[in-house]
Each structure stands twice: as structure tokens, then as C-alpha cells.
């Protein structure tokens, strides 16, 4: 079975910076695509960011460009979100995404996974 647990989630004032994780289990996940979308109440579900197998391609939205950082661990099944300079408009659910089938650059411009956890709420107060 599948689970993809966030972490790392929580309020933080405009301008500041959070990382999220992301602990994968019941997958090859050196094999998978993983991702970040994130959906605020009301709104779509967004793409944030992805990367490839190995770490070398990274995608991000055009909103998150310059301030957000993906990056995997895979002998820790593990993927991480640095994100800086947040904003309002930031506040979301953040969740994670895997694909065993899908690149990195196809779930990008797709937006779509096998996978997914629960998410983690972050909250920029401005």
C-alpha cells in the first residue's frame, strides 16, 4: 500500500519560510516522479513543483519560480519543499504526489499522479 505522509506544515508570517516533507512508503520510490500541488479552499488544485527520478529535472509553476526549492532523498524515500519569500496568496493545503508511470515534466504540464498524501496546511499571514 501507497502512503505518502506530509509534514512541515503551519503558520508563518508573509516573507518568511517553511520547509515541507514528504515520507514515501510501499513504492520504488527512486522510480517514481514525485510532486507538489496545493490547493487552497475555493480554489483548483495547483501544480507547485516536481522533479524527476534522479533529482536532475526540477519543474515549477511560474508562481513559485525563484522561491521554491525541490529536492528528493531517495535513499530516505523522502521529498522536500523549501519554500521562501512566502506569500498570502501562498495559503494552501500542500500535498505530495508520486508517479511511477508519469515524468516529472508530464505531471508538470498535466497535473496529474497516481498517488497523493493527505497534506499539510500552510497558512502566511500577512
Known amino acids: 500500500q501507497v502512503q505518502l505522509v506530509e509534514s512541515g506544515g503551519g503558520l508563518v508570517q508573509a516573507g518568511g519560510s517553511l520547509t515541507l516533507s514528504c515520507a514515501a512508503s510501499?513504492?520504488?520510490?527512486?522510480?517514481?516522479?514525485m510532486g507538489w500541488f496545493r490547493q487552497a479552499p475555493g480554489k483548483e488544485r495547483e501544480f507547485v513543483s516536481s522533479?524527476?527520478?534522479?533529482?536532475?529535472?526540477?519543474f515549477y509553476a511560474d508562481s513559485v519560480k525563484g522561491r521554491f526549492t525541490i529536492s528528493r532523498d531517495n535513499a530516505k524515500n523522502m521529498v522536500y519543499l523549501q519554500m521562501n519569500s512566502l506569500a498570502p496568496e501562498d495559503t494552501a493545503n500542500y500535498y505530495c504526489?508520486?508517479?511511477?508511470?508519469?515524468?516529472?515534466?508530464?505531471?508538470?504540464?498535466?497535473?496529474?499522479?497516481?498517488?497523493r498524501g493527505q497534506g499539510t496546511q500552510v497558512t502566511v499571514s500577512s
Open positions: 504526489a508520486a508517479s511511477p508511470t508519469l515524468a516529472a515534466y508530464v505531471m508538470s504540464v498535466t497535473g496529474r499522479y497516481e498517488y
Open positions: 510501499g513504492l520504488t520510490f527512486s522510480r517514481n516522479a
Open positions: 522533479i524527476s527520478w534522479s533529482g536532475e529535472r526540477t
